[in-house]
């Protein structure tokens, strides 16, 4: 059966260069464009049209409790449909849309990708992409409650997403799954993304050259993306955001974050932020 | 079929058809045209929890191999489609909760049209310089808002979020002056909300009555927009398409095409589809994304259509 491999991370941890990474890795590790590296069975879980296509229903016109409830037979809908291993993006929490119902069935999925970053480089680049101030930020990430999208006031491309607080979202991808989930440290593809594709082209099926490896790795080095938005903008920015390809790197809050910042969101995530080595 | 229906109940008008109903839709004007048997009838009554001899089901539809349908909401109500022309109904809500008709009108509607061979589209229809043009989209990208933003320039609605399309007259037939609107497009065009859409529940979605702005007989469909927001600077605010390009619009513009697929069957809706992107130009058109810029958008968007239009 072909099945879904999610690319799953809280927001702003890496996902966007995952995604342009692996288009760059489908195509031999050719130059990526920002703003066409879609291809057609790439999209993120969260979109409204594939969800209402699959239901027969306007998920505008519905409750996020009646949304996500739905989603997992959306999901099973979806993946009948599919002609190859399908790499979607996904930032919502590992969350049970009904007691014993996985909002991502184990039995469409072959495995997932978990990505991971420090979350004080989090707050600063949240903050950055979502246009609030880092206080903002820090109190977001520290929310059960919090969710992408939400329906409230306006139309949203997008299905509400929970992402439940950035440690509950951790622990859930880390820990629940049901299928394989290689965790990936943001951290980590700055100084090794040439070693985690490797891995991952393992559990996708994607036969790969190390030429094509390194080709992947060249073709989204932060400079090349960012300069690839100064020129042409990148349709993924949020209207919020002054660009999407800010600054990259680890440790840039240093710079950022007053003491008392960074101290609350080690009280916040201390637990989660030791297991992954970040304190 | 027979309808059986109390002759004292009042008609309404829905597309053209004369719809006879014992459930109030205050969304619906009343029925004008000449004597002719009810073409829809909707009532109360039971609704079975399953369907047999399914060929599609869903957590909300289900379509058996006789073309009838299903549709149920857990806290809304259910609803049994069949032949094209009759609507079973039971609510779980008071009459005048919204929740009803804005199903109803919906999904249910949209299966209905594919019974009849009439075809949806997710499109909003604003009549501009005498030409009907639908405004086509997914959810969110904006379809409602910018309809409201023309009619704001006196321009008239013909249909919101679904468009009917009767493809062998080439003809948009009216719907009914009840927009959807999200409460900051309401705050942006400066509207009046109606009910709340989905009654005891937290979405800031309203019913807006545009009764003044209605355009209640069928126009030709003189083109397609199909409407993305404006994420990179410098594009064109109109692209013509035409070819698989313009097939390949049309088929994702289609109201509930796997229910459509199901019931009519996928040859019949490539089939429809197919003459629609031959027949009607298609357009990409790009809206500028947030409030600042759309009353002036709504505002050149006529002279733009002169231009690419015959």
């Given amino acids: 059966m072909t099945r879904f491999f999610w690319l799953a991370s809280y927001p702003k941890s890496g996902n966007t260069w995952m995604r342009l990474a692996l288009s760059s890795l489908r195509s031999g590790g050719g130059a990526v464009d920002i703003n066409r590296f879609r291809v057609a069975d790439e999209t993120i879980a ?4 594939a969800f209402d296509l699959a239901l027969d229903v306007e998920s505008s016109d519905l409750s996020e409790a009646e949304i996500l409830a739905a989603r997992p037979a959306a999901f099973r809908a979806m993946a009948a449909e599919l002609r190859t291993t399908a790499i979607w993006k996904v930032h919502e929490a590992y969350l049970e849309a009904a007691p014993g119902q996985p909002l991502f069935p184990p039995d469409i999925t072959l495995g997932a990708v978990y990505m991971v970053r420090d979350p004080r480089d989090v707050v600063v680049s949240l903050s950055h992409h979502a246009g609030i101030c880092i206080d903002q930020a820090i109190a977001d990430m520290a929310s059960s409650a919090h969710r992408l999208s939400g329906q409230r ?36 593809m700055l100084t090794g993304l040439s070693g985690i594709l490797t891995r ?25 993306l960012r300069h690839q938005e100064a020129e042409r903008g990148f349709v993924e920015k949020s209207p919020k955001a002054a660009v999407f390809f800010r600054r990259g790197g680890a440790g840039g809050w240093r710079d950022i974050l007053t003491e008392a910042q960074a101290e609350r969101i080690c009280t916040d995530h201390g637990r989660v932020m030791t297991r992954l080595g970040y304190l | 079929m027979e309808l059986n229906v109390a002759s004292s109940v009042a008609g309404l008008c829905l597309c053209g058809l004369r719809v006879v109903s014992d459930f109030p839709l205050p969304e619906l004007p009343p029925w004008v045209g000449d004597d002719r048997p009810a073409d829809m009838v909707i009532r109360r009554g039971k609704v079975p929890s399953a369907l047999p001899d399914l060929v599609r089901q869903t957590p909300f539809a289900q379509f058996a191999a006789d073309g009838t349908a299903r549709f149920e909401i857990a806290d809304v109500g259910a609803f049994l489609i069949r032949g094209g022309c009759e609507v079973v109904l039971a609510p779980r809500l008071p009459d005048d909760a919204p929740d009803i008709g804005l199903f109803l009108l919906g999904s249910v509607f949209g299966f209905l049209c594919h ?35 023309l009619l704001a320039q006196g321009w008239r609605l013909l249909s919101d979020d679904v468009t009917v399309v009767d493809l062998g007259r080439a003809l948009v037939l009216p719907s009914f002056p009840r927009q959807k609107l999200w409460q900051d497009s309401l705050e942006a065009l400066a509207l009046s909300p109606g009910r709340r859409l989905r009654s005891g529940m937290t ?40 070819g698989l390009a313009a097939l390949a619009l ?44 759309l009353a002036g958008f709504a505002e050149a968007l006529p002279g733009l259509l002169r231009e690419r239009l015959p």
Wanted: hydrophobic content about 45%.
């Fill in chain 2, 250 to 293: 049309v088929r994702s513009a289609i109201y509930r095409r796997a229910a459509g697929e199901a019931l009519a069957g996928g040859d019949g809706i490539f089939t429809a589809a197919a003459a629609l992107a031959a027949n009607v130009p298609q357009f990409g058109l790009c809206r500028p994304m947030g409030f600042d810029r």
């Fill in chain 1, 200 to 224: 991952i082209a393992a559990a996708i099926g994607l036969t790969v050259t190390a030429a094509a490896i390194e080709g992947a790795v060249a073709a989204t080095r932060f400079d090349t």
């Fill in chain 2, 115 to 149: 019974q009849r061979g009439l075809l949806p589209l997710h499109a909003s229809c604003v009549e501009v310089d005498g030409r009907a043009i639908a405004f086509a989209g997914p959810s969110g990208v904006g379809k409602s808002t910018l309809a409201a933003a």
């Fill in chain 2, 203 to 242: 979405m800031e979605k309203f019913e807006v009555w545009q009764e003044a702005g209605f355009r209640d007989h069928p126009l030709k469909l003189a083109a397609v927009c199909h409407v993305v927001e404006e994420r990179l600077s410098g594009r064109p605010p109109l692209t013509r398409h035409g």
């Fill in chain 1, 46 to 49: 969260a979109d409204r049209g």
């Fill in chain 1, 153 to 188: 006031r306006r139309a949203q491309p997008q299905l509400p997403q929970p992402v439940l607080d950035w440690s509950g979202h951790v622990e859930s991808w880390l820990d629940r799954p049901a299928f394989p989930v290689i965790p990936v440290r943001y951290e980590d």
